[in-house]
Every structure is written in structure tokens, then in C-alpha cells.
């Protein structure tokens, strides 16, 4: 009995080979639909699981559990797309922080930080840097960003007490200002003020089309000093980052750090907060949402290409059933069952559409290594994605082939050997 059923299985796949080596423009014409489908589906999975390995990286490059307190919500376009409201919030200031790691249960380090973004002119000697952003940081920054030096030391309680010249570059720095010298103990100046460099961070890569290897970090008194009108001139002028004492208090240290932050600034039950929060976990689920629907577009255009490529199926088969019609009546004549002839035409409908799926799944990978090669971007098809290709095309040559499958079973066996 089984091996009858292989018989059959690789006989009926043999007249669907024959009949589309036969007939190779029209197969091809009616594959073209189920290879854009399934071609579609391995390119968004692709591109969504590396866009997702990617932008998960980075962010965990912060620390899975970093909570930072700023002034405005984070968002695409830079200040001038904040809304008005946020601007006109209060400030948060360094007493803020002090007072988080003052009263917190759950804080393990707490980091006030000031930014700016471009306009200082970063040199040494000839040498200038490309436009890094310089910030002023204090002593518990690297914990709290996981953000470690790889050679020399991070900047001190005493050198924020002092206000103290010193840095610590990042590695695209390195590169710009000493390519062939040790960094440590040499001078840079940040906009026309000379700082001595006490340490390398070691190497992030690039996050959203920035380096975050290309930072100067100085003690946010000195900076403050150096740079009164970021502190001063209103806009998103501190950020505060903590990390919880254990990855358990991540959630509790969240709930704690805005109850401290709400009883200084005076804000009543019921009251929205005046402050943003930023955390890894929660702006990963902010992009991945984002892939999603993305992928749910995609998804949508390879459902119409899987649909006009099945009606095409269904056409050809149909077609296949008028033409052999004779060739299904001397079969019944012969014995053949409706059931027989049923899965003969099923076969060839799944085995044409099989055929247009390898295609897709081949053309999808194809893409997927173009964009690793060309744009060194890390598209990642999954093993899974592959068997979802076969089982799509399977399934549209099972859905669209069964009409005439049924068709040509119920074909009568003394008219269609009377067909002409």
C-alpha cells in the first residue's frame, strides 16, 4: 500500500514537471504571483528579524534596565519638533538627582548629565574631531549607562568637585585626534579650553545612524562652567540616569525615582507628569511595534500577490482539466477513482505552486545577502522563515487547486471519452 502511494506521489508529480517544461511561459506567467508572495514574506522576515537584532543590540548597549529622567519625551526630529508644553516644563536639576540617590531603596547608581550636541570644536594639536558630542557626566555615569572606560580611568568624585580639566574620549576620537599615539595624558581642547585625557571608553558602534563612539565626557561641573547656556538656556538641560540595585527592583525603582520626582516638583494626585521617562525595555517595545506594521503592511502586499498568483493556478488548472479531459475519461475507464483523480490535479496544483514558492524563497534570501553585502545590513532569515515559505505556497496550491480537482473527479467517465 505505501508503495503504491509513492508511485502514484512521484508519478503525479511527474506529469506536473512534463506538463510545465511543456508549457514554460505560461507557468511561468501564473508562478509569477506566488513567487512575489512568498519572495515578499522571506524579505520582510529578513529584514525584521535583523532590523529587531540590530535596534535590540543597541539599546541593550544602554543597559537593559537603564531608567533615565528628562525633561521631554524622546522623539525622532530633534528640539524643534518638542511640543510646546514640554518646553515650557520646569527644569531638572542635579538636586534631583541627589535626591533619587539620597532616598531611593532601589537605586543602585544615579547619573546627572548635560549634553551638547555639536558646536564645540574638539582638537589637538592640527588634529580637530568630528563633530563629537561633549557631555558633562559625573562619577556613577559608566554604571549607570554601562558605559565603561577600556584604558585609563573614568572621571572622579574629586574631579566633579573641583570642577577638575580632565576627559574621556571616545574611540572615534582616539582616531581623528592620536591614530598612531597613546591618548592618556595627552591635551585636547573642547571649544578652545585645554583638558587633559585621563581615559578611552571603550567601543558602542553606531546607534540610529550615530556614533556613540564619538563622545568627550568632562565633569559636569566643568562643563557647567564651561557651557552656562545649557544649563541655562531651556531646553532639554539634564538628563538623570539610574539602574536599579538588582534587575528586580527594575520596576519598583520606576515607581520610586517618579514619586521622588513628583513630591519635589509639587505636583498633586492626579496631576500628569511634568518630566519624561526614558527606559531600554520600554522604547525597544516602542520600535518593535513600529516592525510591527511594518511587517503587517508587507504581509498585506504578499496576501494580494498570493492571491492573484492562486487565482492564476486556479485558471491554469481549470484549463488542464478541459484539455485533459479525454485523458480523465480512459483513466476512469481504467479503474482510476474520483479520489484518485482528484489527488492527481491537487498534486500538480501543489507542485506548481511549490515550484513558485522554491523560487520566491530563493529570489527572498537572494535580496536578504545582497543587503548583508552591499549595506552591511545584518538581514537575518530564520530557519523558520524558510519552512513558512513552503508551507505558504503549499497552502495557496491546496486552496486554489481544489475547485478543479473536484471538477475533473466528477467528470463523467462515458462524456469525457467522448470529448474531442
Do not use: C
Not at 559608566?142 to 574611540?171: L, M
Amino acid at each position: 500500500m505505501g508503495r503504491r502511494v509513492a508511485f502514484n506521489l512521484r508519478e503525479n508529480v511527474g506529469f506536473a514537471l512534463d506538463a510545465m517544461r511543456t508549457q514554460k511561459l505560461r507557468t511561468f506567467l501564473t508562478l509569477l504571483g506566488v513567487m512575489a508572495g512568498v519572495a515578499t514574506v522571506i524579505m520582510m522576515v529578513s529584514f525584521v528579524v535583523g532590523f529587531n537584532n540590530r535596534i535590540t543590540a543597541a539599546f541593550t548597549s544602554f543597559g537593559t534596565h537603564l531608567v533615565q529622567f528628562q525633561k521631554w519625551e524622546p522623539r525622532f526630529g530633534g528640539p524643534d519638533q518638542i511640543p510646546e508644553e514640554q518646553r515650557n516644563r520646569r527644569d531638572l536639576t542635579i538636586e534631583d538627582a541627589e535626591a533619587i540617590r539620597r532616598l531611593s531603596r532601589y537605586v543602585g547608581a544615579v547619573s546627572p548629565e548635560r549634553y551638547l550636541f555639536g558646536g564645540a570644536v574638539v582638537k589637538a594639536g592640527r588634529e580637530e574631531a568630528n563633530q563629537p558630542v561633549v557631555f558633562g557626566a559625573a562619577h556613577e555615569y559608566p554604571q549607570a549607562n554601562s558605559h565603561f572606560v577600556e584604558d585609563g580611568r573614568f572621571i572622579g568624585e574629586p574631579d566633579v568637585r573641583h570642577a577638575a580639566a580632565v576627559a574621556v574620549i571616545g574611540g572615534d576620537v582616539v582616531d581623528a585626534l592620536f591614530p598612531h599615539r597613546d591618548p592618556i595624558d595627552q591635551e585636547i581642547t573642547v571649544a578652545g579650553r585645554a583638558y587633559r585625557v585621563i581615559g578611552v571608553f571603550e567601543r558602542k558602534g553606531s546607534f540610529l545612524g550615530g556614533s556613540q563612539d564619538n563622545q568627550v565626557a568632562i565633569p559636569i561641573s566643568a562643563f557647567d562652567e564651561q557651557f552656562p547656556q545649557v544649563k541655562n538656556g531651556g531646553g532639554d538641560t539634564i538628563h538623570i540616569a539610574t539602574v536599579p540595585r538588582r534587575p528586580e527592583d527594575f520596576d519598583a525603582l520606576i515607581e520610586e525615582g517618579t514619586a521622588i520626582l513628583r513630591a519635589r516638583r509639587g505636583l498633586r494626585p492626579g496631576q500628569d507628569n511634568d518630566f519624561a521617562l526614558f527606559t531600554s525595555v520600554g522604547n525597544l517595545q516602542n520600535f518593535q511595534q513600529i516592525t510591527g506594521g511594518v511587517a503587517a503592511a508587507m504581509l498585506v502586499i504578499a496576501g494580494i500577490a498570493l492571491l492573484v498568483g492562486g487565482v492564476g493556478v486556479m485558471n491554469i488548472m481549470l484549463v488542464n482539466v478541459t484539455q485533459r479531459t479525454r485523458e480523465i475519461g480512459i483513466r476512469k475507464a481504467l479503474g482510476a477513482t474520483r479520489r484518485d483523480i482528484a489527488v492527481q490535479f491537487l498534486l500538480e496544483a501543489v507542485t506548481l505552486t511549490g515550484v513558485g514558492g522554491a523560487l520566491g524563497i530563493a529570489f527572498g534570501l537572494g535580496v536578504a545577502l545582497l543587503a548583508r553585502v552591499a549595506f552591511e545590513f545584518e538581514a537575518a532569515a530564520p530557519a523558520w522563515s524558510i519552512g513558512l515559505g513552503f508551507g505558504v505556497s503549499t497552502a495557496v496550491g491546496i486552496a486554489f487547486g481544489l475547485w478543479p480537482a473536484l471538477k475533473a473527479a466528477r467528470q463523467d467517465p462515458i462524456e469525457a471519452l467522448r470529448y474531442e
